[in-house]
């Protein structure tokens, strides 16, 4: 809702939350309106209008934004006519009077009012106007700054009240900034949030600037040529700051869990157990039991769901031992004597490993031989088995041998027709 400012913030949003089917933009504002006067010939006014689209309208947020056309004098014959305006609602609310001395009551009320003629005030003209920025004007404005948030809220959603950018001129930049303190007093009081954009279209020193970078950090041009309203990435720009706020109250929303209570027995008059029920009670598997006395993650509490080592490890910090025979076991192996002994070495690729100790080949048994026999008396052979073996060589690895039957590939002929040596 609001002025044409509003209607530059809701064609940012459109284009902001076009990804986003969830969120719907509803424009419901007067281009030439404000708080002083809704249209240039009416007797309506913001608050009236904004509870009547909230009656009708499905709401989730509500955003106002409006200002550029308050910026002026408020006239007495106006402030009149809407206080004339308030006295016949207020009559036609209430009920009729039952006697005459009611009746006489009033007209004598309504005579006196007439008479007394209003007092002159500071910042009041002779011919009854109340200058802009005046003291009188502030309250005058600040109370329909309440009307207007009060009617925002009727419906019950949140309501954020958007600010003023900077306006080109010195003293249209100083009106804003006037009217955004009042827009933020009112809507801090009143539990409203007021966005402030001030800074997304100011320059360095703090003045108005036509460019500026967009919510990307591009430079581009934000304001259009009339130095009020904006340019698309500007418009962008603007919605950026409305949608960040939306967004974080929907994020802020936590759906209620509804937890089933358990169900009971039905009793039979008869004395029969009660039928079996198709299904038990439905219990939330990622909400904690609330009928234990210990306090959640103390010592004696347990996740109802996860990996024991998981847990171990990153919780507790313990590390996890390796399996035997893995890469990464270091640890140190006794032996038959009780005694800690390294794991063997692997093999490195590539060694060459050596070759098997030739195996003595067994001797043919000796047959007697008749003429060669011993003598009976002669001495009997010594066994060789209580002797002490001599130390064996170990096999050296055989190289091949370069055979000359094997062809040889050509050598390559070099540059100038001779071979690489």
């Not at 050296?396 to 041998?401: E, G, H």
């Amino acid at each position: 809702m609001g002025d044409a400012m509003a209607d530059w913030l809701a064609y940012g949003l459109e284009d902001a939350v076009a990804d986003s089917p969830e969120i719907a933009v509803v424009r419901k504002n007067k281009i030439h309106s404000g708080l002083l006067r809704y249209e240039a010939k009416g007797d309506l006014d913001w608050w009236h209008v904004a509870r009547d689209i909230l009656t009708q309208e499905k709401a989730n947020f509500v955003v106002m934004m409006l200002g550029v056309s308050d910026r002026q004098n408020i006239r007495e014959r106006d402030l009149a006519k809407e206080a004339d305006k308030k006295k016949e609602k207020d009559k036609a609310s209430k009920p009729a009077p039952d006697n005459k001395d009611a009746q006489k009551k009033d007209q004598a009320d309504d005579e006196q009012d007439s008479i007394v003629t209003p007092e002159t005030q500071p910042g009041k003209r002779a011919n009854g106007v109340i200058e802009f920025r005046t003291d009188q004007w502030a309250e005058i404005y600040s109370k329909r700054i309440d009307e207007t948030i009060a009617a925002l809220k009727s419906k019950g959603v949140p309501v954020f009240w958007v600010g003023l950018p900077s306006i080109r001129g010195t003293r249209s930049t100083a009106d804003a900034v006037y009217l955004n303190d009042l827009y933020r007093a009112r809507a801090e009081r009143a539990g409203v949030v007021y966005i402030d954009i001030w800074d997304g279209f100011v320059d360095e020193a703090g003045k108005y600037s036509n460019f500026g970078p967009d919510y990307e950090g591009q430079m581009r041009r934000l304001r259009s040529s009339d130095g009020v309203f904006f340019t698309k990435s500007g418009a962008l720009k603007l919605a950026h700051y409305v949608e960040r706020e939306i967004r974080r109250q929907m994020n802020s929303r936590v759906a209620p869990i509804a937890i089933p209570s358990e169900p009971v027995a039905p009793a039979t008059p008869d004395g029969k157990p009660a039928a079996r029920p198709m299904a038990g009670p439905v219990v939330p598997l990622t909400v904690a039991p609330t009928t234990s006395e210990e306090l959640v993650g103390g010592a004696g509490s347990s996740s109802p769901h996860g990996d024991a080592t998981a847990t171990r490890v990153l919780v507790k910090g313990e590390p996890v031992a390796a399996p035997r025979g893995r890469a990464d076991d270091f640890a140190l192996k006794p032996d038959s004597d009780g005694k800690a002994v390294l794991p063997p070495a692997a093999v490195p690729a590539g060694a060459m490993a050596a070759a098997p100790a030739e195996t003595a080949r067994p001797e043919p048994a000796a047959t007697p031989d008749k003429k060669t026999a011993a003598p009976k008396n002669a001495p009997a052979a010594k066994t060789t088995q209580n002797a002490p073996s001599k130390p064996r060589a170990e096999p050296q690895p055989v190289r091949p041998q370069q055979r000359d039957d094997v062809p040889r590939p050509p050598r390559p002929i070099g540059l100038f027709g001779g071979g690489f040596r």
